[in-house]
């Protein structure tokens, strides 16, 4: 029996969503390897396709005609046409019943502000669609669950929840480089990760450093900018914010491990992989109190409302003058985050289609 994933994600840079595509495979790789699986795992991917996962027990074979959406639309059900298929990435087959999408959260609905009409219009009808055709939804918190059920009510019986792993920082080895590169080494420094997104809001640390008169630290801020989500003149960068731009994740890593404090703003997130990878690094964490971050985060950081600067500050206060409290959270922190891997995501992945395969069979 064939199992087929969509691998269009392979043609694409890896941020969240190909991510967790790409180590929920390499798992399941290693799980194929060491158990009797009677089904064989494929990958199918565009032609454009500029990533090798090099995995061992999962083929992967790379069609000659078309890419994009319309790769996926046309070629893809028609290779898996009687054949269960995995769709890690928000998207799939519109009209295909056998098969599983990963749908993230519904961002699209609720947080509308960082996307275009037109990719809100298609994805709306898009997620209808799968919601009605699709055999299985899966999603990466019970909040996204309900958001999701909340806007496509054909879920609701069909959808099953996995939650994303964070381990795979601890096998990727850090670069200090950055370090000596940005005048970091042996300075209190707070991290903050962006992606080009209104929803990250990153806007509320920069009021809350404006108004730290006395404020000796530094913030530094990666990721990918763009003048469309920076556009308030109150978010121009001063002596104590530092813009590093795109970083390895080697260089995220050294960030990570050396920071004062990891901030994660954001308003609305499916699930906050960031926050978890900070941990498992030993990064103590504050965090908004919105969306899916107190599901998953728990006890184990520091919450702040994510529309109040003034108690921002209050929180990067306390990491400043107690110590024994950072101790706390670096040393539960660490060991809370250590409970999320990506081996255990693979294998709930396994039991599903597991299930879904049975069901379609009986």
Request: aromatic share 10%.
């Amino acid at each position: 029996m064939d199992v087929y994933i969509n691998g269009r994600f392979l043609t694409q840079k890896t941020t969240g969503v190909q991510r967790v595509a790409e180590e929920i495979l390499k798992n399941l790789d290693k799980y194929i390897g060491e158990h009797n699986i009677k089904a064989r795992f494929i990958i199918l991917t565009p032609k454009n396709a500029i990533k090798n996962l090099n995995l061992k027990n999962i083929e992967v074979q790379k069609t000659n005609f078309l890419k994009g959406h319309l790769w996926e639309q046309v070629v893809l059900p028609w290779m898996t046409k009687k054949s269960f298929l995995i769709n890690f990435c928000n998207t799939g087959p519109l009209l295909k019943k056998n098969q599983s999408v990963f749908i993230h959260d519904a961002a699209i609905q609720s947080a509308p502000e960082g996307f275009s009409k037109k990719f809100i219009y298609w994805y709306k009808i898009m997620y209808k669609l799968l919601g009605s055709n699709a055999r299985n939804i899966v999603t990466v918190s019970n909040f996204s669950k309900k958001e999701l059920v909340n806007y496509y009510p054909e879920m609701k019986n069909k959808i099953s929840v996995v939650y994303n792993g964070a381990n795979h920082v601890l096998d990727i080895k850090h670069d200090n480089t950055i370090l000596k590169k940005h005048d970091l080494v042996n300075k209190d420094f707070i991290l903050a990760v962006s992606s080009a997104n209104p929803n990250k809001n990153f806007k509320v640390i920069m009021d809350a450093i404006s108004k730290m008169k006395d404020f000796q630290g530094e913030v530094i801020i990666a990721g990918g900018k763009q003048s469309n989500v920076f556009s308030d003149t109150s978010l121009e960068f001063n002596a104590k914010c530092k813009w590093v731009g795109y970083v390895s994740d080697e260089e995220l890593v050294s960030l990570y491990k050396h920071a004062k404090v990891f901030v994660f703003p954001s308003v609305y997130e499916g699930f906050g992989l960031p926050p978890l990878e900070a941990m498992s690094l030993g990064c103590p964490v504050i965090s908004s109190n919105k969306a899916s971050m107190p599901e998953v985060l728990k006890k184990h950081v520091i919450y702040f409302d994510a529309n109040n600067s003034d108690e921002l500050i209050e929180k990067i206060n306390l990491i400043f003058s107690k110590q024994q409290l950072v101790e706390g959270l670096r040393r539960e922190g660490q060991a809370y985050a250590q409970t999320f891997t990506w081996e255990k995501a693979a294998n709930q992945l396994v039991n599903i289609v597991q299930r879904e395969i049975n069901i379609k069979e009986n």
